[in-house]
T-cell receptor, first 115, second 115 residues
Framework: DQQVKQNSPSLSVQEGRISILNCDYTNSMFDYFLWYKKYPAEGPTFLISISSIKDKNEDGRFTVFLNKSAKHLSLHIVPSQPGDSAVYFCAASERYGGSQGNLIFGKGTKLSVKP | DTEVTQTPKHLVMGMTNKKSLKCEQHMGHRAMYWYKQKAKKPPELMFVYSYEKLSINESVPSRFSPECPNSSLLNLHLHALQPEDSALYLC??????????????FGPGTRLTVT
C-alpha cells in the first residue's frame, strides 16, 4: 500500500512558466515532508522540506505548500528553467513509529521544461 | 561540505564474485543508509545505521552484508548476487535526530550490473 503518491508520472512546462508538482499521502503520522530532484544515473539531490507545523516554505524559485487536512503537498517552481528538467520525488517521514525518521518516497514525476 | 561520496561509480560482477561498495561522509552525520533503486522506481531502503549500529534491516537477503567501521564510513559487501540485483545503489546520511532535521543527503550512487 503506497503511503506517498505522486499521481502524475510526467509533466511538461514551457520555460519561464510555473511548474506545479503534486504529492498526496495517507499516513496521518507523517510530520515532515521533503522534495528531491534526480538526474539520470545520479543520486537524489535534496531541494526543500517542510514541517507539519507550517503550511508553506520558500527557497528561491522553489516553494512547497502543505495542506494537512487534505494530506496533500505541492512543489511550485517559478520561473521554470530547462535545467529543472529531472525526476522529482516527494518523500515523507514520521517522528514516531516503526519507521521513525526514515523516508518514504513517492514514485516520482518527470518534469520536462521546454525552451 | 554537504558531500557524500561513493566508490566505485560503476561495478560489473559475476554471480560468484565478492565485491564491496563504499560510502563516506564528513558532515558529522550519525545516521547512514543504503538504498537500492531500479529504473523508473523510487529509492528502496535496505539498511539504516544509527551511531554505527544497525538499526533497520528491511528484510534484505543475506547476500547483502552492511558494515559501518566508523561514523564516517559505510560499506556494503556483496556475495553471490543475482542478475535481478542489478540496480543503482545509493548511500545517504542525515544529521542526528535531535536537531529536528530529517533531510538525507545522497551520494551519486554505484551502478551495479550482475552478469
Amino acid at each position: 500500500d503506497q503511503q506517498v503518491k505522486q499521481n502524475s508520472p510526467s509533466l511538461s512546462v514551457q520555460e519561464g512558466r510555473i511548474s506545479i508538482l503534486n504529492c498526496d499521502y495517507t499516513n496521518s503520522m507523517f510530520d515532515y515532508f521533503l522534495w528531491y530532484k534526480k538526474y539520470p544515473a545520479e543520486g537524489p539531490t535534496f531541494l526543500i522540506s517542510i514541517s507539519s507545523i507550517k503550511d508553506k516554505n520558500e527557497d528561491g524559485r522553489f516553494t512547497v505548500f502543505l495542506n494537512k487536512s487534505a494530506k496533500h503537498l505541492s512543489l511550485h517552481i517559478v520561473p521554470s528553467q530547462p535545467g529543472d528538467s529531472a525526476v522529482y520525488f516527494c518523500a515523507a517521514s514520521e517522528r514516531y513509529g516503526g519507521s521513525q525518521g526514515n523516508l518514504i518516497f513517492g514514485k516520482g514525476t518527470k518534469l520536462s521544461v521546454k525552451p | 561540505d554537504t558531500e557524500v561520496t561513493q566508490t566505485p561509480k560503476h561495478l560489473v560482477m559475476g554471480m560468484t564474485n565478492k565485491k564491496s561498495l563504499k560510502c563516506e561522509q564528513h558532515m558529522g552525520h550519525r545516521a547512514m543508509y543504503w538504498y537500492k533503486q531500479k529504473a523508473k522506481k523510487p529509492p528502496e531502503l535496505m539498511f539504516v545505521y544509527s551511531y554505527e549500529k544497525l538499526s533497520i534491516n528491511e528484510s534484505v537477503p543475506s547476500r547483502f552484508s552492511p558494515e559501518c567501521p566508523n561514523s564516517s564510513l559505510l560499506n556494503l559487501h556483496l556475495h553471490a548476487l543475482q542478475p535481478e540485483d542489478s540496480a543503482l545503489y545509493l548511500c545517504a546520511s542525515s544529521p542526528p535526530g535531535g536537531q529536528g532535521i530529517r533531510e538525507q543527503y545522497f551520494g551519486p550512487g554505484t551502478r551495479l550490473t550482475v552478469t
